[in-house]
């Protein structure tokens, strides 16, 4: 199955701004901004956590 070109996206946006209107559409698009932006944070605090404790248990060998 491939991906939709560029025809196909069209189509699809007016579909949906048919169906939700184009007050709701925004707000959908926003709260789909937020939750990218929350599950990048997440994922970035995530990287940080595992870096610092994998630099603690190196230091901790080291001292061993």
């Given at each position: 199955m491939r991906l939709p070109g560029g025809w196909e996206w069209i189509i699809i946006l007016i579909i949906a701004?048919?169906?939700?209107?184009p007050g709701?559409?925004?707000k959908i698009a926003g709260e789909i901004g937020r939750s990218i932006r929350e599950f990048r944070?997440?994922?970035?605090?995530?990287?940080e956590e595992e870096t610092s404790q994998?630099?603690?248990?190196?230091?901790?060998d080291d001292k061993s």
């Open positions: 701004l048919l169906i939700f209107g709701r559409l925004s944070s997440g994922i970035q605090e995530t990287e994998s630099e603690e248990t190196k230091e901790n």
